[in-house]
């Protein structure tokens, strides 16, 4: 069956789009910044929301690193960090809520440790399935594949459309059979943020992921 879009439907899609993809940005990510000196991180405690990114600039004289490695803080969601050296710049997207611990090997027995506190973005509307907890993305950010994960208690997904941060249609798929998890090659996609519609019985949902 062939779909006609007229004049006046597209241009109802395409300010849709828009107000989609500018929520989307208006609850994306914010950039924090951590200075990584001879004896402290500054601030040594922030308090993020989940999708944000935390740069850590080192400017010491000595080695230092970020460890926030599971082995190391067994409480830690999940693990981070980068290995010793001097004038690197480390940075990480925190995905998942949590309390995050993290320490510099050779000086946290001088108090050279820090922490993140990673609270679940529970701002935009019930429409945005990566905020309702509705629809799973996971591995995200992600580097070969991206798997989108639909409960049992809701409606199995028919399609999807993956569209660029400036809202250009890159793919689209349907789904025979209306599957409950699908996963997605992301290996031929540029780094970068990305937003995946979804559709499941007459409902529509984008999440945001990151291909890294």
């Not at 004896?39 to 993020?48: A, E, H, K, R, V």
């Not at 990480?92 to 609270?119: A, E, K, Q, W």
């Not at 529970?122 to 798997?147: D, K, R, V, W």
Request: hydrophobic share 35%.
């Amino acid at each position: 069956m062939k779909i006609l879009f007229t004049s006046t439907s597209f241009r109802t899609f395409a300010i849709a789009l828009v107000i989609t993809i500018s929520t989307l940005n208006l609850v994306g990510q914010t950039t924090y910044t951590v200075a990584v000196t001879d004896d402290q991180f500054t601030p040594s405690n922030l308090t993020i929301t989940t999708g944000d990114k935390v740069i850590w600039n080192d400017t010491g004289t000595m080695p230092h690193n970020v460890n926030g490695t599971t082995a190391t803080f067994a409480s830690n969601p999940v693990s981070f960090g980068n290995a010793l050296g001097q004038a690197w710049t480390y940075e990480f997207v925190f995905t998942t809520p949590g309390t995050y611990d993290y320490r510099c090997d050779l000086h946290f027995s001088i108090g050279m440790t820090g922490s993140v506190t990673v609270n679940a973005n529970n701002t935009g509307t019930g429409e945005l399935a990566g905020n309702t907890g509705s629809f799973q993305l996971y591995p995200n950010p992600a580097s070969q594949y991206i798997e989108l994960l639909v409960p049992d208690s809701h409606e199995k997904i028919s399609s999807l459309k993956i569209y660029s941060i400036a809202g250009s249609l890159i793919d689209q798929k349907v789904l025979s059979g209306n599957v409950q998890s699908f996963r997605y090659d992301l290996s031929r996609f540029n780094k970068g943020v990305y937003f995946m519609q979804i559709t499941a019985g007459n409902h529509k949902n984008t999440l945001k992921f990151i291909k890294q």
